[in-house]
């Protein structure tokens, strides 16, 4: 769960404390989920903290923005990388989840949205193990959702829009109301999906397999780091059509994410995967991904980014950005 927030939020053009970082109440993105965003980790190291992946996150948001038709401005990947590296830095967090939105701020009701301003915001939390920190190792129970994911046809599956949620919301609620960590969403022809937030990788006869970017999942980049430390490992891999009884038939499962990171899945509608207990497989892309992000491991790769330590003083003070206003 969040616990420790941010003195600073990158708002708008600035700097500016936490309770100041507000938006309007006509606000489009509020009532019409026109938003763009990314979760983005930064994690200990013994050089400090380092983002994992910002590089690709960064990218991705962009996507979402051209997928909504919504204009950056003069607002660069390069500056938006450096705004993240400054919400980690300014804040003193040693390791932190990273929030940036951009949204259609207000400007009319109307559903058409390009009136409406875009404006960018940038947090950071405090962010411990997503799905409990004994399911990092024990694993943890899932169901199969009631809830399809949209697909292309009706939406835009590879685009991380604030509006979007909502299906992972009702996903989350059901799973948590019949006593599961999480749901796993079918696609809309009843094929394997993804989870609520999360990718979804299983093995089988040590063959690793993950539904592909066009199975109306979101492509996500810690899926994309799973597969890259695959073929490090040598194991073999296929992104397939995967069905719900190869669910219950895998030797193990595991869903990832930014939030969840590496999580193995022991039983799927209270049948155990394989033996309920994580498996061989799942265990050594964890240790290698866990090995990488805290800096025990060659980073080799280039995933983390590397956050000069601010001295407090010029923390406090709204610096760069604000320098001039
Ligand atoms: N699917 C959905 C629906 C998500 O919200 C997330 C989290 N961003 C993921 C998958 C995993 O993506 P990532 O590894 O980039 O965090």
Redesign the pocket.
């Known amino acids: 769960m969040a616990s420790k927030r941010a003195d600073w939020i990158f708002h708008r053009d600035r700097w500016v404390r936490w309770e100041e970082a507000t938006v309007h109440v006509t606000a489009h993105a509020l009532h019409y989920g026109s938003s763009a965003f990314e ?1 983005i980790r930064a994690y200990h190291t013994s050089g400090g903290p380092a983002i994992f992946r910002l590089d690709a ?1 960064i990218r ?1 948001l962009f996507d979402t923005c051209k997928l909504l038709s919504m204009k950056m401005g003069d607002l660069t990947r390069d500056s938006v990388e450096q705004l993240c590296v400054e919400a980690v830095s300014r804040n003193g967090f040693d390791s932190c989840y990273i929030r940036p939105i951009v949204y259609r701020g207000a400007g009319g009701l109307g559903l058409y949205p390009l009136e409406c301003p875009v404006e960018l915001s940038i947090f950071a939390v405090e962010w411990g193990r997503y799905l409990g920190v004994e399911g990092i190792e024990k694993g943890v129970d899932a169901m199969v959702s009631s809830w399809r994911r949209f697909n292309a046809s009706t939406s835009m599956p590879l685009g ?1 829009i604030g509006g979007q ?1 909502t299906t ?1 919301q009702l996903v989350s609620i059901e799973a948590r109301a019949a006593g599961f960590a999480e749901g796993i969403m079918l696609d809309a022809d009843g094929n394997v999906c ?6 979804l990788f299983l093995v089988k006869d040590g063959m690793l397999m993950t539904p592909p970017m066009a199975a109306s ?2 492509g ?4 994309d780091s799973v597969l890259k430390i695959a073929e490090d490992l040598g194991v073999r891999l296929e992104a397939c059509k995967i069905s719900r009884d190869m669910l219950y038939l895998a030797d193990e499962l595991f869903m ?4 969840a990171e590496i999580t193995p899945v022991r039983s799927v509608d209270r049948i155990p995967v394989g033996s309920g207990a994580r498996g061989e497989v799942t265990k050594a892309i964890q240790d290698r991904f866990f090995g990488i992000v805290s800096g025990e491991l060659d980073d080799t790769h280039g995933w983390l980014t590397a956050v000069p330590a601010l001295e407090p003083a010029s923390r406090a003070w709204p610096a760069s950005t604000n320098a001039e206003s």
């Open positions: 979760g996150h991705r991380k949620y992972s993804e989870g609520a937030g999360e990718n999942i979101l996500g980049i810690t899926r990832c994410g930014t939030a």
